[in-house]
């Protein structure tokens, strides 16, 4: 038995080293094919949909001629035991990369992040456009009035104006209009309820709400940074004498269909954003108020000023005035000498 067992080990071996030579060429081939770089000449996506396999990917990569061997792909999910663990979404693909790199990729969750601006000043149907005009948000909200939005966010009953923190958010592809909504609702309650903490004492303004109304008012009015909290305490004071707060965004906002002119019988047509037929703050926001906004509204610049007028001149700066002489000799020199 041994003789005939020692006789046969050659044809074992020779067999082994055959097997162990078959499998050496066949993971080398393997390997080369997954960190072989990717020939591109500038970033590409892929897009791997919820419910996808790893065989659906292989043959998206075939298609786009990233992958020559669609085995040797699906083996290798399997010995790293990624083919059950990709994650849906969008990823990229850059010169050089391997689909080694691109599947230690999906496994992470590394998807591509899409910036979304949100802008200082937008209104709410600004805020809708733009996020429901990406190509990367699939909209759940579309055709909703803006009180079923409302609701649907789990705020029923409140005003959408304002309410809304303007920044760039990042997303994946994907996102619904509703949780890209949901997260700047969150932002800018946190932002306004830190900064009504911190507010300065004796500010005529009994709420967080009415704070956001008028930091709003501050925000369209400001067009450079360093005249923010000189514009709110400008209203600040006129809010503490009862005068009119007299100013043009908020007639602009309750004009329907505006035309990008506004008229002298604009002013005096009464609606509740009124502000030079109406005494007090408008009932809502009219805009998005950004954080400095918000801030320079409950840290107002400490001044006599009740009156300002635009230089005119594109630089976005103001001409204060303490009376209604001096102001009007500033609306003479900055804007009626023009007309």
């Not at 083919?83 to 999906?106: C, F, H, K, V």
């Not at 300065?200 to 501050?218: D, F, W």
Request: aromatic share 10%.
């Amino acid at each position: 038995m041994f003789k005939l067992f020692k006789k046969g080990l050659p044809a074992i071996f020779a067999i082994a080293s055959i097997v162990l030579l078959v499998a050496f060429y066949f993971s080398s081939k393997i390997y080369s094919e997954m960190n072989e770089p990717i020939v591109i000449e500038e970033h590409e996506t892929i897009i791997f949909t919820r419910g996808s396999s790893v065989r659906s990917l292989a043959n998206q990569l075939i298609e786009r001629g990233y992958l020559q061997n669609k085995n040797y792909f699906l083996i290798w999910g399997k010995l790293m035991r990624q083919e059950t663990r990709l994650q849906a979404g969008e990823y990229i693909i850059t010169p050089g990369s391997t689909l080694a790199e691109l599947l230690d990729n999906m496994v992470a969750g590394n998807v591509v992040q899409h910036g979304i601006a949100l802008i200082e000043g937008y209104t709410f149907r600004q805020v809708l456009e733009t996020i429901q005009n990406s190509p990367v948000v699939t909209s759940k909200l579309k055709d909703l009035s803006d009180e079923e939005i409302m609701a649907a966010l789990g705020h029923e009953g409140e005003h959408p104006e304002g309410r809304f923190y303007p920044d760039t958010y990042y997303v994946s592809r994907g996102v619904t209009d509703k949780e890209l909504l949901t997260r700047a609702y969150d932002e800018m309650a946190r932002t306004l309820a830190q900064e009504w903490e911190r507010r300065e004492e004796n500010l005529p303004l009994k709420t967080p709400y009415e704070a956001l109304i008028l930091a709003s008012i501050v925000e369209k009015e400001s067009a450079i940074a360093e005249e923010r909290p000189l514009i709110a305490g400008l209203f600040i004071n006129r809010l503490r004498k009862k005068m009119r707060l007299q100013t043009d965004p908020t007639v602009i906002y309750g004009i329907e269909n505006y035309d990008g002119n506004i008229r002298f019988r604009d002013l005096r047509k009464d609606t509740p954003y009124n502000t030079y037929t109406r005494h007090g703050l408008p009932p809502t926001p009219i805009a998005l108020p950004g954080r400095e906004a918000i801030h320079a509204t409950l840290h107002p610049d400490k001044t006599e000023y009740l009156y300002f007028v635009a230089y005119g001149d594109g630089s976005g700066r103001h001409e204060f005035s303490t009376n209604l002489k001096d102001h009007e000799k500033a609306v003479d020199k900055y804007q009626r000498k023009k007309r």
